[in-house]
């Protein structure tokens, strides 16, 4: 509300000073009508009138800019779409305790008119199949559905279609039940600490701290006159490595007489799932201008420079896209992501040895599967001060195995003989839920609850198991993402705690 009124007053402002320039130019314009050169050259003089031209210039930039921003800010529609939904929870934050009923209003508009068309709707448990169905007739473009409630906490999900122009549009809206009670299914393991402090130091031995760097060289095309970046390649235990850009900011290294040399806090990022390289170094520019050194890595060993062509014949070789989150299950210490986890210490042990680090201040950050291994990483590494994370993957995994539960991705249970005691007993060794619990840093937690990639049933979950100090950012509507805007407030939240 406050920008609004601050726009309003901008506006009113630059109404103002276009109108009165417009004036003083048709002012001018007359006076050279009536006025010969030299009574003219004396009436400037005296009146400090300043160059025709100029005025002129000045009022058009100012037009066009007044129209540029009216352009801006009157894009109060962006998707761009001639339908839309709507869907208004009669509970402002979309959430229930458990026994009470939950209402919800549906609106389908054309062109932003409401429609009179008949929506058919199922109901079911956050990520499972349908308990209830049925159709309703939209009076008006509106109508109330009344969703129900839970004996137990969780997440109901009110999926909805309708068919108009011979087109189906689908849509959905869940909201929760006493969600601050829910609780995990994945077990803790006794011996989960030492498993993992046996890891880390197996790779250590393997790969002391000064051999990790395998090659590091500039990118001159992802350097500009603020920030440097450097493509680095990094030996993270005896058979694998990674690939990950460091951004820095550019007087990075730079020594100061008095101060000596700049020192800086660094910024993990990790990636979300899947068998990719990294795509975009640059979109996240904005913490290397901001004073950070950050190092976004990739977790599979592939070169974000190969080509398409060498790039499409490495990825035949995993089974899937995200098949590798499925590898070597059955067993604790062969599992696929045992060597990512380490791996992301490793890269910590490389961002806290660079000189250039101020020596207190160490961040994880990411989405999705980031976000996972951000939780993760904190757990691990005391060295971690402040952690961010949207909609974490890899949340009470196992959560399917016991009937009516919701799991988190990758939703293993839609295969079959995927959740076997074998593996969900390896699964208590690599569910966030049993790193949350551990995390001591101040933790910044994001998610939606329309998500049905990482659902909010397991956000929650990993919510209510952090004991630390921790915020969250709900975004009732989002599904699995996030905005530029919320991504560059997480920046601010770091750069506020550091020490």
Not at 225 to 239: E, S
Not at 322 to 338: H, S, V
Not at 365 to 393: E, F, K, M, Y
Not at 445 to 461: A, F, K, M, Q
């Given at each position: 509300?406050?920008?609004?009124?601050?726009?309003?007053?901008?506006?009113?402002?630059?109404?103002?000073?276009?109108?009165?320039?417009f004036?003083?130019?048709?002012?001018?314009?007359?006076?050279c009508?009536v006025?010969?050169?030299?009574?003219?050259?004396?009436?400037?003089?005296?009146?400090?009138?300043?160059?025709?031209n100029?005025?002129?210039?000045?009022v058009?930039?100012?037009?066009?800019?007044?129209?540029?921003?009216?352009?801006?800010?009157?894009?109060?529609?962006p998707?761009?779409?001639?339908y839309?939904?709507?869907?208004?929870?009669d509970?402002?934050?979309w959430?229930?305790?458990?026994g009470?009923?939950?209402?919800?209003?549906?609106?389908?508009?054309?062109y932003?008119?409401?429609?009179?068309?008949?929506?058919?709707?199922?109901?079911?448990?956050?990520?499972?199949?349908?308990?209830?169905?049925?159709?309703?007739?939209?009076?008006?473009g509106?109508?109330?559905?009344?969703?129900?409630?839970?004996?137990?906490?969780?997440?109901?999900?009110?999926?909805?279609?309708a068919?108009?122009?011979?087109?189906?549009?689908?849509?959905?809206?869940?909201?929760?039940?006493?969600?601050?009670?829910?609780?995990p299914?994945?077990?803790?393991?006794?011996?989960?600490?030492?498993?993992?402090?046996?890891?880390?130091?197996?790779?250590?031995?393997?790969?002391?701290?000064?051999q990790?760097?395998?090659?590091?060289?500039?990118?001159?095309?992802?350097?500009?006159?603020?920030?440097?970046?450097?493509?680095l390649?990094?030996?993270?235990?005896?058979?694998?490595?990674?690939?990950a850009?460091?951004?820095?900011?550019?007087?990075?290294?730079?020594?100061?007489?008095?101060?000596?040399?700049?020192?800086?806090?660094?910024?993990?990022?990790?990636?979300?799932?899947?068998?990719?390289?990294?795509?975009?170094?640059?979109?996240?520019?904005?913490?290397?201008?901001?004073?950070?050194?950050?190092?976004?890595?990739?977790?599979?060993?592939?070169?974000?420079?190969?080509?398409?062509?060498?790039?499409?014949?490495?990825?035949?070789?995993?089974?899937?896209?995200?098949?590798?989150?499925?590898?070597?299950?059955?067993n604790?210490?062969?599992?696929?992501?045992?060597?990512?986890?380490v791996?992301?210490?490793?890269?910590l042990?490389?961002?806290?040895?660079?000189?250039?680090?101020?020596?207190?201040?160490?961040?994880?950050?990411?989405?999705?599967?980031?976000?996972?291994?951000?939780?993760?990483?904190?757990a691990?590494?005391?060295?971690?001060?402040?952690?961010?994370?949207?909609?974490?993957?890899?949340?009470?995994?196992?959560?399917?195995?016991?009937q009516?539960?919701?799991?988190?991705?990758?939703?293993?249970?839609?295969?079959?003989?995927?959740?076997?005691?074998?593996?969900?007993?390896?699964?208590?060794?690599?569910?966030?839920v049993n790193?949350?619990?551990?995390?001591?840093c101040?933790?910044?937690?994001?998610?939606?609850?329309?998500?049905?990639?990482?659902?909010?049933?397991?956000?929650?979950?990993?919510?209510?198991?952090?004991?630390?100090?921790?915020?969250?950012?709900?975004?009732?509507?989002?599904?699995?993402?996030?905005?530029?805007?919320t991504?560059?407030?997480?920046m601010?939240?770091?750069?506020?705690?550091?020490?």
């Amino acid at each position: 509300m406050r920008t609004h009124y601050v726009l309003q007053y901008f506006f009113k402002v630059l109404t103002f000073f276009f109108e009165f320039s417009f004036c003083v130019l048709l002012a001018y314009s007359y006076l050279c009508t009536v006025f010969d050169r030299p009574q003219l050259l004396k009436i400037q003089k005296t009146m400090r009138l300043f160059d025709y031209n100029k005025t002129l210039r000045l009022v058009v930039v100012f037009i066009t800019f007044h129209l540029s921003l009216i352009t801006t800010f009157a894009e109060n529609y962006p998707y761009r779409s001639d339908y839309l939904w709507l869907t208004v929870p009669d509970h402002a934050d979309w959430l229930y305790k458990t026994g009470e009923r939950a209402k919800v209003e549906v609106t389908f508009c054309k062109y932003g008119i409401p429609q009179n068309v008949e929506v058919n709707y199922e109901i079911g448990q956050d990520m499972l199949p349908a308990t209830t169905s049925g159709k309703v007739l939209l009076k008006n473009g509106r109508a109330v559905i009344d969703m129900g409630t839970m004996k137990q906490p969780g997440f109901r999900d009110l999926r909805l279609k309708a068919t108009i122009d011979g087109k189906t549009y689908e849509h959905h809206v869940k909201v929760g039940f006493s969600p601050e009670q829910l609780k995990p299914y994945t077990k803790n393991p006794a011996d989960f600490d030492a498993f993992w402090q046996q890891a880390l130091e197996k790779a250590r031995k393997e790969v002391k701290n000064e051999q990790l760097v395998v090659s590091c060289k500039k990118v001159d095309k992802y350097s500009d006159a603020d920030i440097d970046c450097y493509l680095l390649k990094l030996h993270t235990d005896r058979n694998h490595y990674v690939y990950a850009y460091l951004t820095c900011p550019k007087e990075c290294g730079m020594r100061n007489e008095e101060c000596g040399m700049k020192k800086y806090p660094v910024v993990l990022c990790p990636p979300g799932a899947g068998i990719k390289t990294i795509k975009e170094p640059m979109r996240n520019t904005y913490y290397a201008k901001n004073g950070f050194i950050r190092l976004e890595m990739e977790i599979h060993g592939l070169n974000p420079e190969m080509t398409d062509e060498q790039f499409k014949e490495i990825s035949t070789t995993f089974s899937g896209e995200n098949g590798y989150l499925e590898n070597g299950l059955d067993n604790r210490d062969n599992y696929y992501m045992k060597h990512v986890y380490v791996a992301c210490v490793r890269a910590l042990d490389y961002l806290t040895s660079l000189p250039e680090w101020d020596g207190r201040n160490v961040a994880v950050q990411g989405g999705s599967q980031g976000g996972a291994l951000s939780l993760i990483t904190a757990a691990l590494d005391p060295r971690v001060t402040a952690c961010v994370a949207n909609h974490p993957a890899l949340s009470d995994m196992a959560g399917y195995a016991e009937q009516g539960r919701t799991g988190g991705y990758p939703h293993l249970h839609r295969e079959n003989q995927m959740l076997t005691p074998e593996k969900i007993q390896t699964l208590q060794y690599y569910d966030v839920v049993n790193f949350a619990r551990r995390i001591q840093c101040p933790v910044y937690l994001t998610w939606g609850y329309n998500d049905n990639t990482c659902p909010p049933t397991t956000s929650y979950i990993v919510w209510n198991l952090i004991t630390a100090p921790k915020e969250a950012l709900i975004t009732p509507v989002n599904e699995h993402w996030t905005t530029s805007e919320t991504n560059y407030g997480q920046m601010l939240w770091i750069k506020d705690r550091l020490k």
